[in-house]
C-alpha cells in the first residue's frame, strides 16, 4: 500500500472548547502538505488603483455560481493586490498558459512594476488583462469575508474571454508544470514529473 503520512491533532483544554470540538494546534508544515496534493491552475490577479498596476500569483481560485455569476479567490491580507482591489473595488483573474511560468514566478514576488515587465492591456474594469493567458474574468467585488490571516474575495464577474487553444500551467505539490504532458503517463502507468 502507498505510504501515508498522518498527523494527528491534540486536543488542547476545556477553555478552548468551540462547539464541542477542541481547536488543536496544528502543524503548519503537515497542513501546507496535505493542501499540496490538491492539483490547481495558476493565475495572476490584477488590479489597478490610484494609476498604478499591481498583480499577485494566485491558485486560491474557484468558480462560485453561475447565476449571479461568481468567482472566488483567497487573498492574504498582506498582499499589495488587494490592497489595489479594496481600493478600486475591481479586479481581473488571468489564468495562465503553460509558457507562463516565467509569469508566475514574476507575480510571485513582491517586485515593484511588475505589470511593466510583461505586455498587458487594460480591461473593462481597469483591471489588467495579461497577454497570452488562457482566459481573463473581470470582476467588480461582489463580497469580502476575512478569515485567519486571509480574505476570500467574491468577484461578480462582468466579462470573460478565453483561449482554449494553449495548454495550462499547473501547481501541484508545490510546484509548477508546464502542461498536461509534464504529467503524462510513463510505461508504467505511474504519472512522471517533469523535473525528473
Ligand atoms: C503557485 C503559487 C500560488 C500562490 N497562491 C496564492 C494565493 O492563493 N493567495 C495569496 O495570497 N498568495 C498566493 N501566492 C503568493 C503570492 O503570489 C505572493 O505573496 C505575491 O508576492 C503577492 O504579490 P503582491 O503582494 O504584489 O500582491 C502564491 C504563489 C505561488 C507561487
Not at 145 to 173: C, E, M, N, Q, Y
Amino acid at each position: 500500500m502507498a505510504p501515508r503520512t498522518l498527523t494527528s491533532i491534540q486536543p488542547t483544554g476545556v477553555g478552548n472548547l468551540v462547539g464541542g470540538v477542541s481547536p488543536a494546534p496544528m502543524d503548519a508544515g503537515a497542513l501546507r502538505a496535505a493542501c499540496a496534493q490538491f492539483a490547481t491552475g495558476v493565475v495572476v490577479v490584477t488590479a489597478s488603483a490610484d494609476g498604478q498596476d499591481f498583480g499577485g500569483t494566485v491558485n486560491s481560485f474557484t468558480s462560485l455560481s453561475l447565476e449571479p455569476p461568481q468567482v472566488i479567490v483567497c487573498l492574504a491580507r498582506t498582499s499589495n493586490t488587494w490592497s489595489a482591489i479594496e481600493r478600486s473595488q475591481t479586479f481581473a483573474v488571468n489564468v495562465l498558459a503553460a509558457d507562463q511560468l516565467g509569469t508566475a514566478q514574476l507575480f510571485a514576488s513582491k517586485e515593484v512594476g511588475k505589470l511593466s515587465q510583461v505586455d498587458s492591456e487594460p480591461g473593462v474594469v481597469g483591471a489588467p488583462l495579461l497577454t497570452g493567458a488562457l482566459s481573463h474574468l473581470e470582476c467588480t467585488v461582489a463580497d469580502v469575508i476575512a478569515s485567519g490571516t486571509h480574505l476570500l474575495v467574491i468577484g461578480r464577474v462582468v466579462r470573460v474571454a478565453h483561449d482554449a487553444a494553449k495548454d495550462p500551467a499547473l501547481f501541484f505539490r508545490s510546484q509548477m508544470f508546464d502542461g498536461f504532458s509534464a504529467a503524462a503517463p510513463s510505461a508504467d502507468g505511474l504519472p512522471i514529473r517533469r523535473d525528473q
